[in-house]
């Protein structure tokens, strides 16, 4: 647990989500390279959808709103072990998790091909401090507020909300 670091090594893949190689997590981000991230949005019994406010200590988007939990695909990994992994280590949930499908690599996901996973529980989510520094649950038209104000809410949140509004047949933003 605990935040990555540039020297972590990630897939690096091509235009259609295939492994190419490796490289530095740094560089990946520096050269605009194409690679994975897993994100679970959670909604609770009211259909509210669970946020997190990204820790000022990380080093992308610090301090704005995101989905609930998320992180890059690890090498060997797949998408649905990294949304596990991830939910465990940013809110201490083991839930059962619904593959929703993928958000196409551009620059709203910073190059990185982005599979969404829905979790649906009343549970409490225990953030973890050294990656979060709050989260709460929000309506959907709370939640859009924050998408659409760019020094609140990280430019990747409007496509994996999307994809959830579409699952849900909620109207879609």
């Known amino acids: 647990m605990g935040f990555a670091t540039d020297e972590e090594l990630l897939p690096v893949v091509d235009g259609d989500d295939r492994p190419v190689g490796l490289a530095r997590r740094a560089d990946i981000h520096a050269r605009g390279l194409?690679?994975?991230?897993?994100?679970?949005?959670?909604?609770?019994g009211a259909g509210r959808v669970y946020l997190q406010k990204r820790s000022q200590a990380k080093d992308t988007h610090p301090g704005l709103w995101t989905t609930s939990a998320s992180g890059h695909v690890d090498p060997g990994e797949s998408y649905?072990?990294?949304?596990?992994?991830?939910?465990?280590?940013?809110?201490?949930?083991?839930?059962?998790?619904?593959?929703?499908?993928?958000?196409?690599?551009?620059?709203?996901?910073?190059n990185e091909f982005t599979f969404v996973y829905l979790a649906e529980s009343d549970c409490k989510p225990l953030p973890n401090p050294e990656e979060i520094e709050r989260g709460e649950f929000f309506t959907w038209d709370a939640a859009w507020r924050l998408v659409r104000d760019p020094e609140r809410?990280?430019?990747?949140?409007?496509?994996?909300l999307r994809l959830v509004q579409r699952h849900l047949r909620l109207p879609v933003v």
């Open 34 to 44: 194409s690679h994975r991230a897993a994100h679970v949005v959670l909604l609770d």
């Open 80 to 110: 649905f072990a990294a949304a596990q992994r991830e939910l465990m280590e940013e809110l201490g949930l083991a839930l059962p998790l619904t593959a929703l499908g993928k958000v196409a690599t551009g620059p709203a996901t910073e």
């Open 153 to 160: 809410g990280c430019p990747c949140l409007a496509p994996v």
